[in-house]
């Protein structure tokens, strides 16, 4: 009696065994099929991630770029001064800011119009970046009619000397102004502050190149003071 039914049980094992050989590759093939799936959804989420990242950053560079003008904006100006006047003071190395000012620009405006004095402002933009040669230089919109020049690893003498020149060509533009006192084209009034010490802030660095700036028009306009 025993060995008749041992017969049956051995075969009851063996297909258990095989169900459960069975069920263990149709669970593994699920889970491969899971893993798959979970990896291309994982690469899929990659790839939009990334070209968030592409996306963001064309945003963030569209936003430190004046819109008339098409040079860097004041926005870009507060953060890249900023970095500069530290590597500054790390390097033990100058830092010349060159605040730019159109002379009697409010008169040109009032005498030939808003539209012609939209497209000045991007030509003297121009000019002023077409002027500048290292990498490391900067022009921005400072607002309204001024501009400024960040010039790191520069003393004060070197950045006269790009003032000047910047300031000949402007006045090479030969864009017609009856109306300023100083001269019959449209001419530039710069101001120049340099680092001096490690007290000097980002702050006392503008305001010296305002009062330089003032300066340079109470002396008359159409020239560099520093």
Same mark, same amino acid.
């Given at each position: ?61 569209? *936003? ?58 991007? *030509? ?15 022009? !921005? ?24 020149? !910047? ?12 109306? *300023? ?46």
């Amino acid at each position: 009696m025993i060995k008749n039914i041992a017969v049956p049980l051995s075969i009851f094992l063996h297909k258990s065994e095989t169900l459960i050989q069975e069920r263990k590759e149709f669970v593994m093939s699920r889970k491969d099929l899971e893993i798959t799936q979970l990896k291309l959804i994982i690469e899929e989420l990659g790839k939009e991630v990334l070209e968030l990242r592409h996306r963001n950053s064309e945003l963030e560079k569209i *936003s430190m770029i004046d819109g008339l003008t098409e040079i860097p904006n004041r926005r870009f100006f507060d953060t890249r001064v900023e970095q500069e006047l530290r590597k500054a003071k790390r390097d033990i190395q100058p830092l010349s800011l060159v605040m730019i000012d159109i002379d009697y620009f409010k008169k040109f405006n009032d005498f030939y119009g808003h539209q012609k004095g939209d497209v000045v402002l991007k *030509s003297i933009a121009q000019k002023l970046q077409s002027t500048l040669y290292r990498p490391g230089d900067i022009v !921005a919109r400072y607002g309204g009619e001024e501009f400024i020049f960040v010039l790191p690893n520069t003393p004060g003498s070197g950045a006269e000397i790009v003032a000047e020149i !910047a300031r000949g060509r402007i006045e090479e533009l030969d864009i017609e102004h009856v109306c *300023s006192d100083v001269s019959d084209v449209v001419t530039l009034s710069m101001g120049i502050a340099t680092l001096s010490n490690k007290e000097d802030t980002v702050k006392s660095l503008l305001e010296e190149a305002d009062q330089n700036l003032y300066r340079a028009k109470k002396c008359g306009r159409n020239r560099v003071y520093q």
